[in-house]
Each structure stands twice: as structure tokens, then as C-alpha cells.
């Protein structure tokens, strides 16, 4: 009977080194690096791979915009505007011309065949008034004549030099219709010596 029983005593001590030494086969830890399994060994699933970590989403980068001034080109158009203003119209006499249309010339040539001189010849035109006067070479009264007309006037060379300029002049003035007006003008002409023959 005591030896039946050491017999199944050796027999359960057998059965359990057996299987003590078949999960030290299945499974071998060493003592390597950490983290590492030795070959034949079914590594253990992590946290993150059990529950799926999401994988993180770049941040777009930001976009850098830069403002560019515009420049706006305000151009100014200046109208000046000038304003003319006239002298009233002038009430009473104007004259409208006054002018030699004939020049003179003095005598020339010689005492048997004598050229004669020129006379000269004015004309004239005024408004505004009734009579004109003229006077010649002085303040003296030559005439009075209607606004608007002409007149011969001979023309002195006595006394002159040969070649000397001789020159007389001749002053028209209105008369009525408001204030006198005057205009004045000067004809000239070269004396000659008459040879005596």
C-alpha cells in the first residue's frame, strides 16, 4: 500500500514538471533590451493599438496676406475764369479817322521849266458831333467844316534849303455834341533849290 502511493506521488510530480516545463517553452522572457520578445512569444497588444489612437491632423499653416496700398492718383482741373469788363460806350463826339490821303511836294526844277509843288489832302470822319475845325501849323481857326468831308491845303516850301525837310501840321477839332475831341497830323516834304536859268 505505501508503495502504490509513492508511485502515484512520483507519477502527479512527473506530470507537473511536464507541464511546468511546456509553458516555460511556450513562453521565454529575456533579459535583453526592454520591450523586446524573444522569438515564439506572441507579444501583448498596446493601449493605443487596442484602442485605435486617431492620427493627428496637420494644422494648416497660416497663410501669410499682405495688403498692397493702392495708390490713388487724384488729379485737380483748376478753371480760372476771367472776367473782362469794358468801359462803359463813350457818349458824344469820336473821331473815326483823320488822315492825309495826298502827300505834298515841295517846287522843283528850274526857273525856265519850274515844276509846281503838291498840295496836300486831308479827310476826315466824326460822330457824335456837328462841325469839325481845322487849323494849321497854330492854335488859329483855318476853317470849319461839316463831320465828314476832306480839304486841300497848299503846301509851303518857301524859305527852305535844298534838301531841307519841310513840314507843316494840321489840327482837327469837333465842335458840339459834348467835350471836344482832337487829333492832330504833320505832312512833310523835301525842299529842292530852283535853278535859274
Known sequence: MKNRTAMLLLAGAVVFASSIGAVAGCVSITGGRDGEISAGSTPSPSADAVLGTPEATPSPSPTA????????????????????????????????????????????????YPVEGVPVIVEW???????????????GVYGTYSAE?????????????????????Y????????STKSKQLTATATAH?????
Open 125 to 139: 470822319k466824326v460822330t457824335g458831333a456837328e462841325q469839325v475845325t481845322i487849323s494849321v501849323d497854330g492854335p
Open 65 to 112: 496676406t499682405r495688403e498692397t496700398p493702392t495708390e490713388t492718383e487724384t488729379t485737380k482741373t483748376t478753371t480760372t475764369t476771367r472776367t473782362t469788363t469794358r468801359p462803359p460806350e463813350e457818349y458824344g463826339p469820336r473821331i473815326e479817322y483823320f488822315r492825309i490821303t495826298q502827300k505834298p511836294q515841295c517846287p522843283q526844277g528850274t526857273s525856265e
Open 149 to 169: 468831308g476832306s480839304e486841300t491845303f497848299t503846301f509851303s516850301c518857301g524859305g527852305a534849303a535844298d534838301g531841307e525837310t519841310v513840314k507843316h501840321t
Open 171 to 178: 489840327l482837327l477839332k469837333t465842335v458840339g455834341g459834348g
Open 193 to 197: 533849290e530852283i535853278t535859274q536859268v
